[in-house]
């Protein structure tokens, strides 16, 4: 049976990356899939992964019928056989039900792939859609960290160095950005709820009030 499926995770698991590899080893087989993407950091029509891979890929902008754009190919003669969605946190809640539709009425296996949360620990619409719909969540095997050693659950904004919990939903934006910019770092919910990023941390314990005191 094809399936939604809904690989989820923090920033920085590695989400592009198994993308790329699902499209390698079916391509390699001489399948044929169908990639979609939405303001990947590596520009419009790109799906990125930091360790350097790139591929094109369709820009799946705000006003795209997804389902109307996979009939369209099939219409054409092109062929598909599996879908792949980059950056699904960022879709709108019609297209993840037309991702639904692309599984149940063309017989398509569809590969999801985003963050659930945003930077103020709320789900991005486009990932509670894809929650309340997949027919299977996974999870990444390699875990992104906190700085303190804990597995990584949450995804920290941080504007000149400092973690914000206001501002717009959507900033595209990079893990290990300079701090003068809007960079992002994954942490475990105790530092997330603490805000204490690895700079603050680092900061705290170069403190005087927490040095040891000689003599
Ligand atoms: N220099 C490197 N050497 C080995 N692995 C790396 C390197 N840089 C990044 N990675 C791996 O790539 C992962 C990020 O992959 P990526 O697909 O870009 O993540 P995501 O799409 O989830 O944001 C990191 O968690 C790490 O495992
Ligand atoms: C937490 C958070 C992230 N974003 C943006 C930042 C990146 O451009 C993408 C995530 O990409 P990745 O491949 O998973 O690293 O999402 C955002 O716009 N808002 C947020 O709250």
């Known amino acids: 049976m094809p399936e939604l499926v809904f690989f989820s995770g923090t920033m920085d698991c ?8 699902i499209e390698h080893n079916r391509s390699a087989r001489g399948l044929k899939g169908l990639i979609f993407t939405r ?10 992964s930091r360790l350097g891979l790139v591929t094109d890929a369709v820009e799946a902008g705000a006003g795209l019928d997804l389902y109307a754009y996979v009939v369209g190919q ?13 950056e699904a946190q960022f879709l709108a809640t019609e297209q993840i039900d037309q991702l639904a539709r692309v599984v149940d009425d063309l017989d398509l296996d569809v590969f999801a ?5 945003d930077f103020r620990t709320r ?7 894809l929650i309340e719909l997949a027919d299977r969540i996974e999870a990444l095997q390699v875990e992104a960290m906190c700085w303190c050693g804990e597995r ?7 504007v000149g160095g400092e973690m914000v919990v206001e501002g717009a939903q959507v900033v595209i934006g ?18 997330h709820r603490k805000r204490m990023t690895s700079a603050s ?5 170069l403190s005087p009030d927490v040095l040891p005191v000689g003599g």
Do not use: M
């Not at 789900?123 to 859609?129: D, E, K, M, V």
């Not at 990079?174 to 105790?190: K, M, S």
């Open 113 to 117: 792939f985003g963050i659930t949360t």
């Open 123 to 129: 789900l991005f619409p486009g990932s509670q859609r």
């Open 201 to 205: 941390a680092h900061a705290a314990a």
């Open 74 to 86: 099939l219409s054409r003669g092109d062929k598909v056989d599996y879908v792949i969605v980059d």
């Open 174 to 191: 990079d893990v290990d950005r300079p701090a003068a910019e809007v960079g992002y770092e994954v942490l475990c919910r105790r530092h």
């Open 152 to 158: 990584a659950t949450h995804n920290a904004r941080t």
């Open 14 to 21: 590695g989400k592009s990356t198994l993308a790329l590899q």
């Open 39 to 48: 303001d990947d950091r590596a520009g419009e029509g790109k799906l990125s």
